[in-house]
């Protein structure tokens, strides 16, 4: 795809976007891992960036998990990141936050006890334009077939979230 126009490359601070699952090894990774490509491929470092986080901070620290990252590597994406607990000053802090289900969803919700930043906690699947979904479904105790489907989902709402930024230059339509 072609890069952005310079008018979108150069907004006053980057549009900052964090992607949350519950234990920040499988799904919210792969959102983060995917969006950066993205970026990358856009050449829209400048205007946007990404991290992600857990619900819980059991694997703190840790890399994807292995079984994600190997359905990711085989898809063309580069693996890193580590592990970490979202914190309140996350919710301050990023722009959009997109979450993988309904529990990781009221997770945040509860972490924002005043309600300042309720409307940038959204689903991630709200984002998916070619697949029909309600949450990223956690693959950690299935197979294979459940880390492709997570793939699929990611690749689909990390494009349309991407999309949407740049149509709307940093805000999210809808």
């Known amino acids: ?62 890399p994807p998990d292995p079984r994600m990252a190997a359905t990711l590597a085989a898809r063309g994406y580069r693996i890193f990141g580590k592990s970490r607990k979202v914190q309140p000053q996350d919710l301050a802090e990023f722009d959009h936050i997109l979450v993988a289900d309904e529990e990781n969803l009221q997770d945040l919700i509860e972490l924002d006890a005043s309600g300042a930043y309720r409307d940038k906690i959204r689903l991630l699947t709200d984002h998916c334009v070619h697949h029909q979904a309600s949450h990223v479904p956690d693959p950690y105790y299935g197979g294979q077939a459940g880390f492709e ?11 349309g979230l991407f999309d949407q930024l740049k149509s709307g230059r940093g805000e999210l339509q809808g």
């Open 1 to 62: 795809m072609a890069a952005l126009t310079p008018a979108m490359t150069a907004p006053l601070r980057p549009v900052r976007v964090l992607f949350v699952c519950m234990g920040n090894i499988c799904r919210s990774p792969a959102a983060e891992i995917v969006f950066a490509k993205i970026i990358e491929s856009h050449d829209a470092a400048g205007w946007c960036q990404c991290d992600s986080a857990g619900t819980i901070g059991y694997h703190a620290g840790s």
């Open 149 to 159: 489907r997570v793939a699929d989902l990611v690749e689909d709402a990390c494009q």
